[in-house]
Nanobody
Framework: QVQFVESGGGLVQPGGSLVLSCAAS????????MAWYRQAPGKQRDRVAT???????NYSSSVKGRFTISRVNAKNTVYLQMNTLKPDDTAVYYC?????????WGQGTQVTVSS
């Protein structure tokens, strides 16, 4: 059974940083293209960062230069380093494969950027 467990969210002031973690089980992240997604209230869920099996990364224009996706294969965990956070980054953040598998969505982790 595949499961993704996200953690690391919280309340942070504008300009601050957070590191999100996604612990995977039932699947090898090193053999998968993995991504971070986010969903703000009243909006659709959007992909913000992707890491391919070979390690190549790409980002949405809204986070490029501020967010970094990475993985530690030995821990079967994907990370999202988020810097220079803005109020518009407020959302629930999820990880999943790319393309996502509907049954694999976890509970997500809430990130709130506010002064």
């Amino acid at each position: 059974q595949v499961q993704f467990v996200e953690s690391g969210g919280g309340l942070v002031q504008p300009g601050g940083s957070l590191v999100l973690s996604c612990a995977a089980s039932g699947i090898s992240i090193s053999s998968s293209t993995m991504a971070w997604y986010r969903q703000a209230p009243g909006k659709q869920r959007d992909r913000v960062a992707t890491i391919l099996r070979g390690g190549i990364t790409n980002y949405s224009s809204s986070v490029k230069g501020r967010f970094t996706i990475s993985r530690v294969n030995a821990k079967n965990t994907v990370y999202l380093q988020m810097n220079t956070l803005k109020p518009d980054d407020t959302a629930v953040y999820y990880c999943n494969k790319f393309p996502p598998t509907e049954d694999y969505w976890g509970q997500g982790t809430q990130v709130t950027v506010s002064s």
